[in-house]
């Protein structure tokens, strides 16, 4: 009896222990979210390692659709109409897939943002394509990278790093003159309301 209890403690022990712990992910899933504007920007994809491999041109086929990471296809969700490297696009959730070239870069917002990796891509669900240069870095990037670096309250680029290849699309709001007004008359209101609390 006392073998049995001590057998059934370890294996609650070791159950415990199991759900603390998971063997690492190959290529692990890394979530991006900042402000941009007056809304967010978010970023879900997976972040393969280079390993010692060739990858543009090689891993990564130079004329054919990738995921823009691995596993799942890469979502980015704007939570307001932005201009995305020149081309506008509503607020919403899409698949991000790039095609890449030795010196540029076409990145694509599809609408099947659910698919995985780019096996069922369909370029009919494309909204919009913009084609970037690639720039080589001075130091490589082991690990796949999705930045948004902001440049002001209200712009910013999309950076994607992978080997020594970097390519970034800038990032703005749609109608900028609008989004600027309406930041204005929030940050009047902040300030009527940082007044009356001095005041009281």
């Not at 222990?17 to 899933?29: C, E, G, I, K, L």
């Not at 997976?46 to 543009?56: C, E, M, S």
Request: with cysteine; glycine share 8%.
């Amino acid at each position: 009896m006392k073998n049995l209890i001590a057998a059934v403690c370890i294996s609650i022990s070791a159950f415990s222990f199991a759900q603390d712990y998971s063997v690492p992910a190959v290529s692990p899933r890394q979530k991006v979210e900042q402000q941009f504007s007056m809304s967010k920007i978010s970023i879900d994809y997976g972040r393969p390692g280079v390993k010692g491999r060739k990858i543009f041109g090689d891993l990564v086929p130079y004329g054919q659709v990738w995921r823009a990471g691995a596993n799942s296809s890469t979502k980015i969700t704007f939570g307001q109409t932005v201009n995305f490297g020149g081309k506008n696009v509503p607020a919403g959730t899409y698949g991000l897939f790039i095609v890449p070239t030795e010196k540029e870069w076409k990145i694509i917002l599809n609408k099947d943002f659910q698919q995985w990796g780019a096996y069922t891509y369909d370029p009919k669900q494309d909204v919009v394509d913009v084609t970037v240069p690639v720039n080589k870095l001075a130091d490589k990037q082991e690990w796949f990278e999705i930045t948004l670096n902001p440049t002001d309250e209200n712009s910013g680029n999309l950076v994607i790093k992978w080997d020594t290849n970097q390519a970034e699309i800038s990032l703005k709001p749609a109608k900028l003159d609008t989004v600027i007004k309406i930041s204005d008359k929030l940050k009047e209101i902040q300030r009527i309301e940082s007044d009356s609390n001095k005041k009281g």
